[in-house]
């Protein structure tokens, strides 16, 4: 092998070590907080809250809801999480979650599969709703999940599709978990 390939192997092979020396962290602690949403589409500016859902490591639900977004669900978001206008005409609005929301991840250390979606959203309903913001310490499990597979991508690894996703929050919460466990197997 070539000086080059074999210095990217040796980053390979310590960013996957880090991977699964950071996953047996966090199952060596029970400190942390699994949050997801499903929304009314991709942009964490726009689009809105249909569903939340907070789990300890164990799996235990603190908070599991549908939202009402007060706009209409897009078909093709609704395709993908199968989540329609009908589904939560009922349910409580974002403001009316945000306190229990708040209490329950406040100061916690929050583990997201693709945090750079989940806390600009949050951050977003926040402030057009004049909420008080989460204050928390988030953590992007889908980064640790990329470095643990290690297959190149454009400036860093490629971002794997969460394994055994189910496109509801509670599922994704349950698969992100199962995710931790396996890197820690490792």
């Not at 092998?1 to 950071?22: F, I, N, P, R």
């Not at 809801?65 to 974002?94: C, F, K, Q, W, Y």
Request: with cysteine.
């Amino acid at each position: 092998m070539k000086e080059m390939e074999l210095a990217l192997l040796s980053k390979v092979e310590s960013d996957h070590a880090e991977s699964v020396a950071w996953a047996r962290e966090k199952l060596s602690s029970t400190e942390w907080l699994i949050l997801d949403t499903e929304t009314t589409g991709l942009s964490t500016i726009t689009s809105r809250v249909v569903e939340i859902a907070v789990l300890e490591p164990s799996g235990n639900v603190l908070l599991e809801t549908l939202v009402n977004p007060e706009t209409e669900i897009p078909e093709g978001a609704s395709r993908i999480h199968g989540i329609s206008n009908l589904d939560v005409v009922n349910s409580p609005t974002m403001t009316e979650v945000w306190p229990e929301l708040l209490a329950t991840v406040e100061n916690r250390l929050l583990l997201c599969y693709n945090v750079n979606y989940d806390k600009p959203l949050l951050a977003n309903e926040a402030a057009r709703r004049g909420l008080t913001p989460i204050d928390s310490t988030w953590q992007c499990v889908m980064l640790r999940y990329a470095a643990f597979v290690g297959e190149p991508g454009y400036g860093g690894y490629r971002y794997q599709k969460l394994p055994s996703a189910g496109h509801r929050a509670k599922d994704d919460c349950l698969a992100t978990i199962e995710l931790i466990h396996k890197m820690a197997a490792n």
